[in-house]
């Protein structure tokens, strides 16, 4: 059974596409185009160094007319959407996604004119395509380019798993990392000076408790979070569209390089299509390509793999006989056992009293149940 069909927490009662065992036609879906465009929020130093990292689009400027106005509030009253990318994979960051652009804009520009959608359903070519309009200045004026601004927050495989794997009751779960990069992004806007008025945030968890958190934060805006948001509101799909497609060129990036690492003497440019797939477990390149690239000691790369994941943890213990070495920890001095296994060290119970500990640890109860090898 694969790791993604395990039962999940509670609190997520409508779990997305990626929580879930996917189909062929999914995994197609989420598959990056060998030629994906590459935005301009691909920072490749930060995704091959295993570093988060944000990246703000340029505000238009009819945003922030009156530029000498000191009142936000006298600037075009805008929308936000937020969304996410890569909640589910074992390879690959996390990516959300904030957009925004003016309240009357919204249906017309996004829907109509463009068809944005929730990008789970859209082509991965469509959406490479919508998102090169949204970062190319056109002859013909567009005002997806001239009226809309977007941000992302990629957090790293790296740093996802070291904070779910944090000892001593610790844990930074999932979702409280993902809150964490919400609210930071939306800051991030209402800092370059533009007047959100209206928010709306594809849920995590129980929707009500997370809408009540975000309105404590912003208690200025109408905020609406919901379920299927990306599907129900223009500017959620447009977020999650600048997510998806920079995840998918995060992808592309670093196989590129890992490509080129091991072979040195190939084309930068030649196309080469990825061997992991899409990253998803469920994905059967994905988990082949696991098996075959697993360092007897360190695994994988800290820029490519999630090792919170059980996906990892179950093939790290369980390889030996593709050349994975057992780790044996001596015992301290004040501990029974007599050996410690090195995933041992990958699992910590839930923070106590932390303030998302209501909406779950995914250590425990999701990614972190060991897949078993029947899943490769």
Wanted: charged share 25%.
């Amino acid at each position: 059974m694969s790791l993604l069909s395990q039962s999940q927490p509670k609190e997520i009662e409508s779990p997305k596409m990626e929580d879930t065992q996917m189909t062929e036609d999914n995994i197609a879906l989420e598959t990056p185009i060998s030629d994906v465009f590459i935005p301009p929020s691909i920072n490749e130093p930060a995704l091959l160094r295993g570093d988060s990292y944000t990246h703000f689009s340029a505000v238009p400027p009819s945003l922030l007319s009156p530029a000498d106005s000191s009142e936000i509030s006298s600037r075009t009253e805008c929308c936000l959407g937020v969304d996410e990318a890569g909640r589910g994979p074992v390879l690959g960051p996390m990516v959300y996604g904030v957009f925004y652009l003016p309240l009357p804009l919204s249906d017309p520009l996004l829907r109509q004119q463009h068809h944005f959608d929730d990008s789970k359903v859209l082509t991965p070519a469509v959406r490479s395509s919508l998102m090169q309009t949204l970062c190319t200045p056109s002859t013909v004026p567009d005002e997806l380019f001239s009226s809309c601004g977007w941000a992302i927050s990629s957090l790293s495989p790296r740093d996802i798993s070291s904070g779910m794997m944090r000892p001593n009751g610790g844990t930074y779960n999932l979702n409280a990392q993902a809150m964490d990069a919400t609210i930071a992004l939306i800051k991030g806007v209402y800092a370059r000076g533009v007047n959100i008025k209206e928010i709306y945030v594809d849920t995590i968890g129980q929707p009500a408790a997370y809408q009540k958190k975000l309105e404590r934060v912003f208690p200025t805006a109408k905020i609406t979070v919901a379920k299927k948001a990306d599907s129900l509101y223009p500017c959620v799909s447009a977020a999650s569209v600048c997510a998806k497609v920079t995840r998918d060129a995060a992808l592309e990036t670093l196989w590129r390089a890992r490509h080129r690492s091991n072979n040195p003497e190939s084309d930068e440019k030649e196309e080469v299509d990825m061997a992991w797939g899409s990253g998803y477990p469920s994905d059967g390149r994905c988990s082949t390509w696991l098996k075959g690239n697993m360092h007897p000691v360190f695994g994988w790369g800290p820029a490519e793999c999630r090792f919170s994941w059980g996906t990892a943890k179950d093939l790290l213990e369980t390889n030996t006989k593709n050349g994975g070495v057992k780790v044996d920890w001596p015992a301290d001095d004040d501990d029974n056992r007599d050996t410690h296994r090195l995933t041992d060290f990958f699992a910590a119970a839930p923070a106590k009293g932390h303030e998302d500990e209501d909406m779950g640890d995914e250590l425990g109860t999701w990614f972190g149940t060991p897949a078993g090898l029947e899943a490769f």
